[in-house]
């Protein structure tokens, strides 16, 4: 057995304790090679009856506390993150031939937090979050177009447009993250950190 690869894995996995060092440097390289927005991801909820649901959202920060991604709170996936806490994300970088999929619970990020990054967005994506109520059902498209114009009219100032109270960031803190690579043959490989009860991480390979 190799000793300074006990485990026999590929290099691309490195010899790692903290999966967040890993995920910095899968996701770095994902960065330099994917095409559109590497930072991509989807993510999976359920409401209270469990009945899940899966859309695609963006990644807009992450450290040791964990994933961060940004919504409108009354918008179907925030009404079921306040039902039911637990939730999945799955990156897949086709590029790269690469996976990793993070299992957790999600909380509300202050809101300094969420301030700061609603405040780095463009005018119109801030006008958009006031005039979209995500998830409701439209008359017609013209409904929303009126409520984008009369937002822009309402916030003129493209430096002083308030953060909605409905609208901030969830953060997901995991309890297990693994990376998958592909493999020939469908023999792909699997690494798998599980955070236990003592807060360290415990890696294990998985059979494909």
Request: net charge positive.
């Amino acid at each position: 057995m190799n000793q300074k690869n006990p485990l026999g894995l590929n290099k691309c996995f490195l010899d790692l304790d903290d999966p967040f060092q890993l995920f910095e440097r899968w996701f770095a390289d994902a960065k330099s090679k994917e095409i559109n927005d590497p930072n991509a991801l989807a993510l999976g909820t359920a409401n209270k009856e469990g009945i899940p649901s899966v859309r695609m959202v963006l990644l807009k920060g992450f450290d040791q506390n964990g994933f961060i991604f940004y919504t409108n709170l009354n918008s179907q996936k925030g009404k079921e993150l306040k039902e039911n806490p637990n939730a999945s994300m799955c990156f897949h970088w086709k590029s790269l031939l690469r996976q990793i999929r993070i299992v957790g619970t999600l909380q509300l990020v202050e809101k300094k937090t969420a301030d700061d990054y609603y405040n780095t967005r463009a005018y119109e994506s801030r006008i958009g979050a006031w005039a979209s109520k995500q998830s409701s059902i439209l008359k017609n498209r013209d409904e929303l177009l009126k409520a984008l114009e009369d937002f822009k009219k309402k916030y003129n100032d493209k430096d002083n447009v308030p953060r909605p109270d409905y609208w901030s960031g969830w953060n997901l803190k995991p309890t297990s993250i693994e990376f998958w690579l592909d493999g020939e043959n469908r023999i792909h490989e699997r690494l798998k950190y599980i955070l236990t009860k003592d807060n360290t991480w415990v890696k294990n390979i998985l059979s494909p």
